[in-house]
């Protein structure tokens, strides 16, 4: 798991709603590995999409917003081709 998604995990392990439910944080660090995976089979199979989908989770997750905020953002990537301008993306809507 990369830094920033260990960071953000440790961040919802201490906000109350999300540590009441060990089922949820089970789920979510099990999606955020499979990404990472899915990222590195890409990587070398030289399809650069995979990494830049990982990257861009990086950069959500590690933005100092809410938690809420992020899980939205997360929410509208887009799956396949990624080539954004994450400020541009994340910006209010």
Known sequence: MSAAVSAFMRE???????????DLMKSLAEM???IELEAIELAEDGVPDGRAFQLAID???????????????????????????????????
Not at 12 to 22: H, K, V
Not at 83 to 89: E, G, K, Q, S
């Open 12 to 22: 919802l392990r201490l906000d109350p709603r999300f540590a009441a439910q060990p």
């Open 59 to 93: 950069w959500i997750v590690s933005q100092a917003d809410a938690i809420e905020k992020r899980f939205e953002a997360l929410a509208r990537l887009p799956h396949g081709k990624v080539n954004l301008d994450m400020r541009a993306f994340y910006a209010p809507q």
């Open 32 to 34: 955020f590995e499979v």
